[in-house]
């Protein structure tokens, strides 16, 4: 077992072949932060059962390395590719449990993330599952798969997403509708992703995307969904991030009671009568309501909801 320790940039601009005091820092602030301690797979603390990680590993077994934080397992290759995707997990692990207003689940267990970096691996593997459209990661049982290409400068908020999948994974296991589930990722992501640039001093608020009226897909359209359709991908992940954005600005709790409600499988219009009965007492008054919002601000250059 090695234990380095070596700093990173907040950017996660980390250069190649990374070790202690050739790190670049020129381009950002530094914070100290450790790298992941590497561990013995036969020492991790827990396996994954998913087969797909068993076939992931079993590509150039011999490069895999791995690690774990507190709420998540690594496999990887390289450490300086592995640590920034560690402090994004965590981050958004926090953040997703804040928003929700709860604690750990009881018997929670980890998540396995497993991180390519070679591209001709990830197509053999890319034919084992299906990459979700919006950042081309796979997302599986409580499993992610992600190709981090070391000489990419990583921007936006495509990991982020991803990570709060892997944790709405462990709060709801019984599964959410997909418009809630890729809605809530959006939410989430993008404003995470803000706050972050917002810490760097940035001036940034969350670039919510509006959806052009000719555009907009009817409510039981977008309900019905349970993968993104692949005519209207941009269209989908906008106007599921504007729904979620509009039932959880609106009413704090009655969303994360909807929530809840739908986890367990309940009908959205038995929901919104129960928990938003003066607002959006049904899925019509909803939908009436939700149209302008949806395209609040379209064609101009501040698409923001928040305001
Ligand atoms: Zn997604």
Redesign the pocket.
């Given at each position: 077992m090695r234990w380095r320790l070596f700093l990173l940039t907040v950017c996660y601009a980390v250069p190649f072949g990374v070790t202690g005091s050739s790190m670049s820092v020129q381009d950002e602030p530094v914070v100290g932060l450790n790298s992941l301690a590497e561990v013995e797979f036969s020492h991790l603390s827990q396996l994954d059962p998913n087969p797909l990680g068993e076939k992931a590993l079993a590509i150039h077994p011999e490069q895999w390395k791995h690690a774990e934080t507190e709420h998540f397992i690594y496999h990887f290759v390289h450490g300086y590719v592995a640590t920034p995707v560690s402090v994004e997990a965590e981050f958004h692990y926090r953040v997703v449990a804040k928003e929700l207003e709860r604690d750990q689940p009881p018997g929670d267990i980890k998540s396995h993330i497993y991180i390519f970096e070679n591209s001709e691996d990830w197509r053999q593997f890319q034919a084992l599952g299906k990459l979700?459209p919006?950042?081309g990661g796979i997302?599986s049982e409580g499993s992610l798969f992600i190709q981090r290409d070391p000489s990419y400068k990583f921007s936006g908020n495509t990991l982020g997403?991803?990570i709060v999948?892997l944790v709405m994974h462990r709060f709801y296991t019984a599964g959410i509708p997909r418009w809630l589930?890729?809605g809530f990722?959006q939410y989430i992501s993008k404003d995470a992703h803000a706050s972050y640039q917002r810490a760097r001093g940035y001036l940034a608020k969350p670039h919510t995307e509006a959806i052009a009226p000719q555009e907009f897909m009817p409510l039981p359209v977008l309900l019905a969904f349970t993968y993104p359709p692949s005519d209207h991908v941009h269209t989908f992940y906008n106007e599921s991030e504007r729904l979620v954005r509009l039932l959880a600005e609106t009413d704090k709790p009655s969303f994360l009671k909807l929530l809840d409600a739908l986890a367990r499988h309940q009908p959205l219009e038995t929901g919104l009568r129960e928990f938003y009965p003066t607002t959006f007492p049904t899925v019509s008054v909803l939908e009436q309501k939700f149209r302008d919002y949806a395209s609040k601000d379209f064609g101009s250059s501040l698409q923001q909801a928040n305001n």
């Open positions: 979700e919006w950042t997302h997403h991803e999948h589930d890729e990722a």
